[in-house]
């Protein structure tokens, strides 16, 4: 089952979206505001998120930018905003593509799956440098042989891999794969980072660590 982030205000819009989702078989989350959808993504696997960008608490576009230093899933943008101006902010803060108010629920539809479709297309296998990756399998392969990884440490290693150059920290990790309510030691995501370098064997440098600011993966040895 895919799975929707819907950040919309509007009752009647936010009925009619899940509405005609639930039955394509999504499952549809609907919140309004950036704290709900951080939380949301923090617990959930979201395949693709739905935003307005005319919200009453927060701006549209810089909720996109908050979720864009965590989260690497498309985002759409709802929009009656149909300037060049908009657009090119939308773009520049990390949208994938627009749909305009009022839009066609079909024509949302297939924007959707277009996009989950080439997602799902290019990141069965991911491979950057030494590291393969077989999503289907969740394999992990070190220059061809294959590479025995914890589950959580294999989450770790393709988010990292996916947003390569990006320094995360400790509390981003932490409620990236652990959740806002996790009530355990903060010290667990140093633990995993430390068995995932393990596991790169030769290639632990992949991983880098910033003192006092977190963790990138990053291909260059030297750097």
Known sequence: MRTLLLIEDDASIQEIITEYFSKRS?????????DNSLEILGKNRVDLILLDVMLPKED???I???????YSMPIIFLTARVSEKDKLI???KGADDYATKPFSLNVLHAKIEAILNRIKGLNDIYEKGPVRIERNRKAVFLNGKECSMAPKEYEILLFLMENEGRIYSREQLLVRFWGYDFDGNDRVVDNHIRKLRKALGTYEYLIRTYIKYGWSFKMDENE
């Open 26 to 34: 999504y499952q549809v989350f609907v919140c309004e505001d950036k």
């Open 60 to 62: 549209g576009f810089l």
């Open 64 to 70: 996109c930018k908050a979720i864009r230093e965590m």
């Open 90 to 92: 939308g773009y520049s």
